[in-house]
């Protein structure tokens, strides 16, 4: 709140397009808030967040304080942030979000900002837009003890169906990281996708002893039994078509929403835009 109440105060007194472009910011990550962890505190992945719960008012204010930012042509590293999320923001279904236009503006902030960080989240982005072995050719180029490398090999390893490269990759994700708990259920995951089935029942005990049962080890011990009832062939066939997902995607979304489509357009000469199609 305090730090909105200050956005809010430095937007009306300073004529910056860059000073204006926190507010978005400020507004747009919060907005998510409410569905970004559970009972337990373990974080939701943006694709499973339940977005009924999202406040799309500040969604709308954000997006509509970015438009303004835009318009005064001097784009900069806090502006292609605030464009970043609200096209996330924007996207009624994690199927709908426009990955191409958020390639686009990692394109834009690793020309204004660039660091390790911004390029592996860029790959990622990528990995969507273009196909996991187009955003795995994006990671190649990065170093591989970035925080998250690991993780984000296994993840686009998964959705490419390489379920055996995908494994390597989380279990050196574990090696870097043995506490975290999305990797430790990624892990069991990927050994149900791959038809180890006691073995991943094994890990999913060892994390259960050390982890309070949560939405999480639910949805890995709901993927250990699928598999267990199906060929492994079957569930990497899946993975294939389907992006490798077992986890359970909610699909319960606000019922009348005000903003329909979000166009955070790329520039045409040196001109920004923000466009809008409303109900």
Known sequence: AAATRLARQLAATTYDAEVASLLPLVLLHPARRPSRTRADGSLVPLSDQDRGLWRRDLIAEGVAVLQAALARDRLGEYQAQAAIAALHADAQTADETDWVQIVEWYDELVRLADSPVVRLNRAVAVGEADGPQAGLAALAELDPMLPRYTASAAYLHERAGDVANALAAIQAALRL?????????????LLALAGR?????AVLEAVRAATPDSGTLAMAEGALELAAQRPAEDLVAKADTEGGSTGAQNVLHEAHRGIRSCRIARPVGQEYAV????Q
């Open 177 to 189: 990281l043995p506490g975290d708990i999305d990797v430790r259920v990624g892990h069991v995951r």
């Open 197 to 201: 089935i006691d073995e991943g029942r």
């Open 275 to 278: 466009r809008f199609e409303r």
